[in-house]
């Protein structure tokens, strides 16, 4: 039995599922940077499955500009991440619910 | 066979990203994330996409993943304290999401139409670093150049963000 389309955007589905989840109930900062990253990777399955199934290689170059956007997100989000611990002794975003530093 | 592989390797994906929301240690996290990226690769290869694949391992599993671990490092992360509790609705909020998230998968499972345009699909070169290159680089270079924008933008802003300002000591 081959795998269907349905499966891959039900595997999509909850890995995104389980990201939101993270977001919403982590309170390490960097925790949840790695919960985005699951999100993006679960949007990443669908663009490659809706790829293979539709033979067209559009797809896997979104998944390429995705990816690129990921990385400057990383390099980005964790220098944010440096300057909130060097001002706040803490990666909880609870203690980071105000922007006056 | 690529049944088999699928639930191989989408129970494992689906695995570690429990572990990646249950761990308390960021490190353990970051560890488990790794095991999504790397079960997601295997299944792109079962889809015909060896070259995403490939730099889904290299950029996510490899860069990013340890950039990830060295501010972890860097900051020497404690665990997360138990002690006070964030916004009480929060928790529900979160369980209520997910009910209706998985109710949606439901959805998908039941009435998603199931087809395959090319249904042998062993011809096909779609996936391999030919085809990916020249799209890249004819139809679609406008995305490609504001890409690379981009990357320069995150280069300049990281640098300026973990930047001492002059004068400043620790």
Same mark, same amino acid.
């Given at each position: 039995m081959e795998p269907q389309l349905s499966w891959y955007l039900a595997l999509s589905a909850i890995l995104f599922t389980i990201g939101v989840t993270g977001v919403i109930i982590k309170r390490n900062i960097i925790a949840m940077f790695m919960c985005i990253e699951l999100m993006l990777n679960a949007v990443n399955l669908t663009f490659v499955a809706f790829a293979s199934f539709f033979q067209d290689v559009t797809g896997q170059l979104f998944v390429f500009i995705v990816m690129t956007v990921a990385?400057?997100?990383?390099?980005?989000?964790?220098?944010?991440?440096?300057?909130?611990?060097?001002?706040?002794?803490?990666?909880?975003?609870d203690d980071a619910s105000i922007l006056k530093l | 066979?690529?049944?088999?592989?699928?639930?191989?390797?989408?129970?494992?994906?689906?695995g570690c990203a429990l572990a990646v929301v249950a761990q308390r240690n960021p490190l353990y996290s970051a560890i488990s994330l790794v095991g999504v990226f790397i079960s997601l690769a295997c299944l792109y290869v079962t889809l015909a996409a060896p070259f995403i694949a490939a730099v889904q391992v290299i950029v +996510?599993?490899?860069?990013?993943?340890?950039?990830?671990?060295?501010?972890?490092?860097?900051?020497?992360?404690?665990?997360?304290?138990?002690?006070?509790a964030r916004l009480k609705f929060l928790v529900p909020t979160a369980v209520a999401l997910a009910a209706i998230l998985i109710a949606e998968v439901a959805f998908i499972l039941v009435s998603v139409q199931e087809f395959r345009?090319?249904?042998?699909?062993?011809?096909?070169?779609?996936?391999?670093?030919?085809?990916?290159?020249?799209?890249?680089?004819?139809? +679609?270079?406008?995305?490609f150049e504001i890409t690379s924008i981009l990357l320069l933008m995150a280069i300049v802003g990281a640098m300026t963000l973990a930047r001492r300002a002059k004068g400043e000591q620790r």
């Open positions: 990385a400057a997100e990383a390099a980005v989000g964790l220098g944010i991440i440096i300057a909130i611990f060097r001002n706040r002794e803490s990666l909880d975003v | 066979m690529l049944a088999l592989l699928f639930i191989l390797f989408a129970g494992l994906a689906i +996510y599993a490899g860069a990013i993943m340890v950039l990830v671990v060295f501010v972890i490092m860097l900051l020497n992360v404690e665990q997360e304290d138990r002690g006070r345009v090319n249904p042998t699909g062993a011809s096909s070169d779609i996936g391999l670093t030919h085809s990916i290159g020249s799209q890249l680089f004819t139809r +679609y270079l406008l995305p």
